[in-house]
């Protein structure tokens, strides 16, 4: 029986539709969930220390008090932020009291993972936790134990980050891996295979390498082969990639487009002949997951190519369902589009099968039957 549960975000993300697609299935199927932000939204949690219910104030210290104790000796720049966070774990505990909610969830084990943690040691109730990709990839494992122990239940998206989890020390059998599902009936499958398009999407950062994709692109035009390569998306790397075109004299071949909406992320995706998205792992850890974008892509009957340095690999299988290269090799990534570029059969096989894997792994209407379970078993005591 659907139960209130309350979401704690730290902001609203365009990027994040996974998220905004599970709130919208759960609340399909009758469960009342709150969704709360750090920052951003209509209505963010505010910093109102005093809006903690008379009945809870000694309970919060408390439990404020403990989670800072344990942190100062350890992390005092962690001690210190979550501090400055207190009048809005103390505004989430009058939210979630006010809303009578029966679990806590955190988006991305985080700050908000702690204050989600605060406020359930407060009112009494048991919490859980999402963890993706640079919230568990890039943690010292010790934070992420202390931020993680006392989770009732915690969910990952994919292997990877779940094993992140463990070794950290949580114990196994609170981690459970759910991939995040699409509502296929809104992914129509296209089996026709436009020619010389390359797509990248995503957000312009290094771990995206997309550096790597204009020097593959460089490449294959010194090959003589004519395609046009699309890079959808904003962010920090904005410039120093369009220099990079620049300098690779590709500004005939590479269209910088911009961040694009969900339906128009959608439509070039499906006028592609190939998705490519070729990250490289990070000093820090941080790397992709199973990104959302290959997923979509092979949902849609566009063929994806990505490398190996991220989660991709545990359902992507090279010359199977997609086409996997060894990450920060523009030699080989431009090897595998060439082939990609030249080979409608490759495409078309890659595509069905491509198709067949997000039905078994990426349902959202079976997957989100799990996510339930997990919120059922979570406030179910132990034997």
Request: charged share 25%; aromatic share 6%; net charge positive.
């Amino acid at each position: 029986m659907p139960f209130p549960i309350t979401y704690l975000l730290d902001q609203p993300a365009p990027s994040e539709t996974f998220i905004r697609r599970e709130l919208e299935q759960l609340r399909r199927r009758n469960w009342p969930v709150f969704t709360r932000f750090l920052k951003g939204g209509h209505d963010p949690l505010k910093h109102a220390v005093l809006s903690c219910p008379e009945g809870f104030r000694w309970r919060f210290f408390k439990a404020i008090s403990r989670r800072i104790i344990e942190e100062i000796p350890r992390s005092p720049t962690l001690a210190a932020r979550i501090l400055k966070r207190l009048p809005q774990a103390a505004y989430l505990v009058k939210k979630t009291s006010d809303a009578d909610c029966r679990l806590l969830h955190a988006q991305f084990a985080g700050l908000t993972a702690d204050l989600v943690a605060i406020a359930a040691r407060t009112l009494g109730l048991p919490w859980t936790c999402a963890v993706h990709a640079q919230d568990v990839f890039t943690a010292k494992p010790g934070v992420l134990y202390r931020r993680l122990r006392t989770a009732a239940r915690i969910v990952a998206c994919s292997q990877q980050a779940a094993e992140s989890v463990s070794a950290a020390g949580i114990p196994k059998e609170k981690v459970v891996v759910i991939r995040h599902g699409l509502p296929l009936n809104d992914f129509a499958f296209d089996t026709i295979q436009p020619d010389g398009l390359v797509l990248f999407v995503g957000r312009l950062e290094p771990k995206k390498g997309i550096d790597l994709l204009l020097q593959a692109c460089s490449l294959l035009l010194k090959r003589g082969l004519h395609f046009t390569c699309v890079i959808a998306g904003d962010g920090p790397s904005l410039n120093d990639l369009k220099q990079l075109s620049n300098k690779l004299e590709l500004t005939d071949t590479v269209v910088f487009i911009g961040w694009q909406s969900q339906e128009e992320t959608r439509s070039h995706i499906m006028d592609a002949s190939v998705l490519v998205l070729p990250s490289r792992r990070l000093g820090n850890g941080d790397r992709d997951g199973i990104a959302n974008v290959l997923v979509e892509a092979m949902a849609l009957g566009t063929p994806v190519l990505t490398t190996t340095a991220s989660a991709a690999p545990e359902v992507i299988t090279d010359q199977v369902n997609g086409l996997l290269v060894p990450p920060d090799d523009p030699v080989v990534l431009a090897d595998a589009l060439a082939k990609a570029l030249t080979s409608k059969e490759l495409l078309l096989r890659l595509a069905k099968a491509g198709r067949l894997t997000v039905e078994k792994h990426f349902d959202g209407s079976k997957n989100i039957e799990d996510l339930e379970t997990f919120f059922k078993q979570a406030v179910t005591p132990s034997p």
